[in-house]
């Protein structure tokens, strides 16, 4: 049975920096296409970064050069690395997996979701 487990959210100020983990069980990340959406309180849920066995990081251009997304093979886990935090970060971050290509944040095709752990950052 596959279960995702989202850890590492928190408050904290404009400029900080979190690290969000997901830890994975039934399957091994990195041989799927693994991601981090986000919503915000109002907004649709979006995707924030995506990674693959085979394909380059792909990041939301939001975040682009402040997240970093990779995952330990060995541990099963998916990691977001979040710096120079903003106030328009705040969000519940969620963990999605799926086993087919890695190309888009179509969430249709995310089979499996973690319950989210929520970030907030203050100005």
């Known amino acids: 049975q596959v279960q995702l487990v989202e850890s590492g959210g928190g408050s904290v100020q404009a400029g900080g920096s979190l690290r969000l983990s997901c830890a994975a069980s039934g399957f091994t990340v990195s041989t799927y296409c693994m991601a981090w959406f986000r919503q915000a309180p109002g907004k649709a849920r979006e995707g924030v970064a995506r990674i693959s066995t085979y394909g380059k990081p792909q990041y939301a251009d939001s975040v682009k050069g402040r997240f970093t997304i990779s995952s330990d093979n060995a541990k099963t886990t998916l990691y977001l690395q979040m710096n120079t935090l903003k106030p328009g970060d705040k969000a519940r971050y969620y963990c999605?997996?799926?086993?087919?290509?890695?190309?888009?944040?179509?969430?249709?095709?995310?089979?499996?979701w973690g319950q989210g752990t929520q970030v907030t950052v203050s100005s």
């Open positions: 999605a997996g799926h086993r087919l290509g890695c190309f888009t944040f179509n969430q249709q095709e995310f089979s499996w």
